[in-house]
């Protein structure tokens, strides 16, 4: 079904920001398509450029609000004229739950609206949609009993997992048994957006000056890790200083481990395996003149690891993209052993929620042991093609030890050739001391050295 057309807002709103109606509808489609099995990604991509960032603020609020929200609009409505309708109902629920009042922090990106703001903005998205018009009499009173009625119908939801942790309960349940002491911090800090980190491409500018010239344009940005900034404000990335001139690239605190981890040498035969979209592919290259190959099953995202690599400089003669699946040896390799292979395998992505919040809605408890079943399937097609005394990182940004240190654990018994070498393990996406944000996201990473 194609998404559902944008009505015009009201001639009283403001030029510089579109009218809520329109977002909510967006936000809803969006939503909508996430139910459908799509990424919020994909389904933001289609809103016009114009409304896209407010849509995206709301959007993805929602995401971190939809086991609420969803269980509240059941309690309100009893028979759903429809998933459209549903989602539209969600997105208006979870603005009513926002923030509201001067001292309440902002949800970033979005403006706090008052409530009869939001319950009049609703019905009006409701009212210039085909399908949605002949139920905005219920949308509008749904809304209502719920500023009305607010206290009774949480009461009622107050027990379910889905609406104390917004995340599926088979995924909390999981982490739970993982980490019967850090489960909560886990769960609570995937629901707070992560901020904007970078690292400085240290071979076109240091870390101060990346930081002096954010300071200019009133960007504060403070050091993490060996090259890394996170900024105070998250902006478009393309509008920042330096991006041009291939200074930085988005990255996690976390996933900025992976090359000095594997700590390529120059001259070496490197392999990053799962490459796209290519932030460890350039940090390998920042680190060590390399002859290297960056392979991916999706020829379209290998698309971006080139792209990324024209903006930082680091395109060579000596570094090849190659489209194909990592296990299947045949269809790529040369028989040539790498010194390095950096395996960061497809996996649930459950460590990256913060900034994907939708990935739990998306996922499904049998996909853990399917993602598993595929990651060694990989890691050890992978393993032939290190030469004697080469190395293989394992990455994941997953939380599930089934993706992690169980997989670590279960390689080494497989490969009585694998000594394993110090590694973090298990990072986890926890919020240190007074600071709402977790520092980085759930990573895990496994060294591996080939014995002779």
């Not at 990106?109 to 905005?136: D, F, I, S």
């Not at 027990?159 to 850090?182: C, F, I, K, T």
């Not at 930081?211 to 090259?227: C, M």
Request: aromatic share 6%.
């Amino acid at each position: 079904m194609p998404p559902p057309s944008v009505p015009p807002g009201p001639a009283a709103a403001p030029s510089s920001r579109p009218a809520l109606s329109a977002v909510l509808l967006a936000a809803a489609g969006a939503l909508r398509a996430v139910g459908d099995g799509r990424s919020l990604t994909d389904a933001l991509a289609g809103v016009p450029p114009a409304l896209r960032p407010a849509a995206q603020a709301v959007s993805f609020h929602a995401m971190r609000q939809l086991g609420w929200a969803a269980a509240i609009g059941r309690g309100l409505v009893l028979r759903s004229p429809g998933p459209l309708f549903d989602a539209l109902l969600q997105a208006s629920l979870s603005l009513l739950r926002a923030p509201q009042g001067q001292d309440a922090p902002a949800v970033p990106g979005m403006p706090v609206y008052a409530p009869h703001t939001v319950v009049n903005q609703a019905v009006t998205a409701a009212a210039g949609q085909r399908g949605l018009a002949a139920y905005k009499g219920l949308l509008n009173a749904s809304l209502r009993r719920f500023l009305r009625e607010r206290a009774e119908l949480e009461a009622a939801v107050a027990g379910q997992p889905e609406v104390r942790w917004n995340h599926p309960a088979w995924w909390v349940d999981q982490l739970s048994a993982a980490y019967p002491d850090q489960w909560q911090a886990i769960l609570a800090a995937a629901n707070v957006p992560a901020p904007l980190t970078l690292r400085v491409n240290t071979r076109r500018a240091s870390r101060e000056q990346a930081r002096q010239a954010f300071q200019a344009a009133g960007i504060a940005a403070e050091p993490v890790g060996a090259a890394g900034l996170v900024l105070a404000e998250a902006r478009p990335v393309a509008q920042l200083p330096g991006f041009t001139e291939g200074w930085w690239s988005v990255q996690d605190a976390a996933a900025q481990l992976a090359a000095p981890l594997l700590a390529p040498r120059d001259g070496q035969r490197v392999l990053d395996a799962c490459a796209a979209p290519g932030g460890k592919t350039a940090h390998l290259l920042e680190l060590a003149d390399l002859d290297l190959l960056a392979l991916d099953a999706d020829a379209g995202r290998l698309q971006r690891v080139e792209q990324n690599l024209d903006r930082l400089g680091l395109r060579s003669d000596r570094v090849a993209l190659a489209a194909a699946d990592a296990a299947d040896l045949d269809a790529w390799w040369d028989g040539r052993p790498f010194d390095a292979v950096l395996a960061d395998v497809p996996c649930t992505a459950s460590g990256i929620v913060r900034r994907h919040p939708d990935i739990r809605w998306l996922r499904r408890a049998p996909d853990v042991a399917r993602t598993a079943a595929l990651q060694a399937r990989i890691a050890d097609a992978l393993w032939r093609t290190v030469a004697p005394g080469g190395r293989l990182l394992y990455v994941t940004c997953s939380v599930f030890p089934a993706e992690g240190a169980r997989q670590a654990e279960a390689f080494a018994r497989r490969h009585p050739d694998a000594q394993r070498l110090d590694a973090p393990g298990q990072l986890l996406p926890v919020a240190i001391g007074a600071t709402p944000q977790a520092q980085h996201d759930g990573f895990f990473y496994a060294l591996f050295a080939k014995q002779s």
